[in-house]
């Protein structure tokens, strides 16, 4: 009977399965059937193939050394006893090449913690600067027009303003300039713009819990009702969270944000400078 018919009659006696010795050996449920079948050439071979012969038998009840011993008789060419015992060292000898190994991964590990401290961009680990605020220049305001000499004219009537032509014998004329309405001069408005790169503005189509959270701090948590709109600048991140998504509606940087959900669910956003376009309508 060879070992790996030994072997497996001993398992079956005991109604244990391969997958069960594997679980116990730390060892391969292949591994284990070439074994059973004799296939020792898919084995890593030399003290490895005779170590899970000796881990076999111990869970099937069979003596290892034993085993071993018909294993080698059995098998000759994986008898290497030169791998079963690593020749001692003298005093005289260098570092094993374990210790070389673990010297130089200490080194790196070294090398890249010092990198990590003082160059952090050679990694790739440089934080992104936050985007600054982008600041509306001032409307340039026309300067006045230059003076001109002329000579007094007497006032017009209501409705009209009178204008000196050059020349001296010239003939006064007059143009008419409509009056200015009432309340001073019209001026058209602009829209304002953000003062922060992310800038929402809260405007629920009904009643919804709300909670946000911008830069660290928690700016809103509170319910929220139909009509009222609150504005929320941040300058890095914006943490929403909805009690209600079916009833909340918003605006980012000056347009409609897309639904976050819908009707009756709890929502949660993460909105970054990077990342406002995926939360806008279209």
């Known amino acids: ?25 730390n060892i391969s449920v292949r591994f284990l059937d070439a074994i059973e079948k004799g296939q020792f050439d898919k084995l890593p071979g030399g003290i490895f193939t005779r170590g899970f012969i000796r881990s076999y038998a111990s869970q099937v009840g069979i003596d290892p050394d034993a085993v071993v011993e018909q294993f080698l008789s059995d098998e000759p060419s994986q008898r290497d006893d030169d791998i079963d015992q690593a020749p001692a060292r003298t005093q005289g000898d260098g570092p094993g090449m374990a210790t070389v190994l673990m010297a130089g991964l200490g080194v790196i590990v070294l090398a890249l913690a010092l990198v990590y401290l003082f160059k952090p961009g050679w990694l790739g680990l440089e934080p992104a600067a936050a985007p ?27 409705g009209a303003a009178a204008v000196a032509t050059p020349g001296a014998n010239a003939p006064m004329t007059t143009t008419s300039v409509p009056p200015a309405p009432a309340g001073g001069p019209s001026q058209e408005s602009v829209p304002e713009s953000p003062k922060s790169p992310l800038r929402l503005v809260v405007a629920p189509s009904g009643r919804c ?9 928690m700016r809103v948590a509170r319910e929220v009702s139909a009509g009222e709109r609150i504005t929320v600048d941040a300058a890095e991140r914006l943490q929403v969270v909805v009690g209600d998504a079916g009833n909340f509606a918003y605006e980012l940087n000056g347009r409609a944000g897309k639904a976050l959900g819908r009707a009756g669910q709890v929502a949660r956003a993460t909105i970054l400078p990077a990342t406002v376009p995926q939360f806008q309508a279209p």
């Open 1 to 25: 009977m060879t070992v790996g018919e030994r072997l497996r009659e001993a398992r079956e006696r005991q109604k244990v399965s391969l997958h069960a010795i594997a679980e116990r050996t």
């Open 209 to 217: 819990w709300v909670q946000v959270t911008a830069d660290g701090q």
């Open 132 to 158: 600054s605020p982008e600041v509306s220049a001032p409307a340039e305001t026309p300067a006045p027009p230059a003076a001109t000499d002329s000579t007094p004219t007497p006032a017009a009537s209501p």
